[in-house]
């Protein structure tokens, strides 16, 4: 499984007076790549669903702890 969060690297210029930022981290949501509800799609139990705030599991993206500053893994 993917993680929903992604890796940016900022540019630092060579008179940047700030000390550079190694990474930044985004976060994804899984709504952002399924441009209409397929018909079918799998779905979790009511119970399940009121848990994870969602009916379908590929609209599920978890909480996830945000990474350490300037950690090369999200």
Request: hydrophobic letters at 30%; one cysteine or more.
């Amino acid at each position: 499984m993917h993680s929903q969060f992604k890796a940016w690297y900022p540019y630092a210029g060579p008179f940047d007076p700030c000390p550079p930022i190694r990474v930044k981290f985004y976060n994804t949501p899984p709504q952002l790549f399924i441009p209409f509800q397929p018909p079918g799609l799998p779905q979790f139990s009511p119970y399940e669903a009121l848990r994870l705030g969602t009916l379908w599991p590929a609209l599920y993206g978890p909480y996830e702890a945000k990474p350490a500053e300037g950690s090369d893994r999200p």
